[in-house]
């Protein structure tokens, strides 16, 4: 039973307490992983892969790290240096979402979408 009853009042038994109190932090459960959805959809929250030259300027991609996490702190990064080659091929076919190259790279299918740390 999670109700006590009497002619003129309405109460929560033990049990009833107990249901109510784990009900309420479900809802709270609830709402705080529409509001993670949410992030994630306003590009918020998640994980972004990007790949850089492997001999890519240490100092730059720290300053570029800091700068990104300052910004977006929520984002998770998951980096790897390859080859400039390695790096078209691995963002053409969508394993990596962005690349830091010192120079944009001249083809139609890439767009040098921001400057940051000199690059």
Known sequence: MLFQR????????QAGQLFYYGAQNILKQ???????LEAFQRGER???KIGFLKDFDFELLREFITEFHQKYPHIQLELGGYTRKTLESLLLSGELD???SINALDTPDFTKVFSCCGL
């Not at 009497?6 to 038994?13: A, E, G, I, N």
């Not at 609830?30 to 993670?36: D, F, I, K, M």
């Open 30 to 36: 609830v709402e705080l992983s529409y509001q993670h």
């Open 46 to 48: 998640g994980t972004l």
């Open 6 to 13: 009497d002619k003129k009042h309405v109460s929560l038994t």
């Open 98 to 100: 962005i690349i830091l």
